[in-house]
């Protein structure tokens, strides 16, 4: 298990153990390791939506997940994020 953002490796703590979603303890990141996460799922942590206005920096966080869409159809989607808002600021 490794942060995809940091390469931590230590630490990394189960934020769902369903759906097998983690976090890094060190720059935050959350992320998935396995398909396990539906589309619908993946928007409670970070919603299918642009955030409108800046924010600093240092308050965003990197996703990366993996996930189970509809006609079994996987689909990732990956980026910083806010996390106090749950909107996008930046794929990839
Ligand atoms: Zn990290």
Excluded at 33 to 47: F, I
Excluded at 67 to 81: D, F, M, P, Q, T
Aim: glycine content about 6%; charged content about 25%; some cysteine.
């Amino acid at each position: 298990m490794k942060c995809p953002a940091c390469n931590r490796q230590k630490g990394i703590k189960e934020v769902t153990p369903m759906a097998w979603v983690y976090e890094c303890p060190r720059c935050g990141a959350i992320f998935n390791d396995r398909p396990h996460l539906y589309l619908g799922e993946s928007y409670e942590y970070v919603l299918p939506y642009w955030a409108k206005e800046d924010v600093p920096v240092e308050q965003l966080r990197y996703y990366d997940f993996t996930c189970l869409a509809s006609g079994n159809k996987i689909v990732r989607r990956h980026g910083w994020y806010d996390p106090e808002t749950k909107l996008i600021h930046q794929t990839g």
